[in-house]
């Protein structure tokens, strides 16, 4: 049983890490990712969601981490249908970061524990 426990906290910081990768510019694949590395203000915005991911998730339970971890997973095909609209991506990329601040607002209010 702990043996089952321990390999699924594993497998569940995995993800959460591989969710939370910034864009890698030396490895874009698509317009809207060329976008976001051309633009200093969404090249920002890809930034603070991934610290904000990485923050917010040590401070939830492994349910809501879950959650958030799939959301990120999910966020580039979001972001991506908005080809290289620079308001778009913003937009999502905010629509992305306000879950995120809500969970370090909550921490910073009440405190971790």
Known sequence: MIKIRLAIALFASSL??????PINCAKVHTATERTVCRT?????????????????TQFVGMGVRGELGESQQ?????RN??????????AAY?????????????VKTHGPF
């Open 16 to 21: 959460a890490a591989h969710a939370a990768s």
């Open 94 to 106: 905010k629509k992305q970061t306000a879950p995120l601040e809500a969970v370090i607002a909550n």
């Open 81 to 90: 249908r908005c080809g290289t609209d620079k308001v778009c991506i913003l």
């Open 74 to 78: 999910a966020f580039p095909a979001e």
């Open 40 to 56: 200093p203000s969404l090249l920002q915005a890809d930034a603070r969601m991934t610290a904000y991911f990485e923050i917010a």
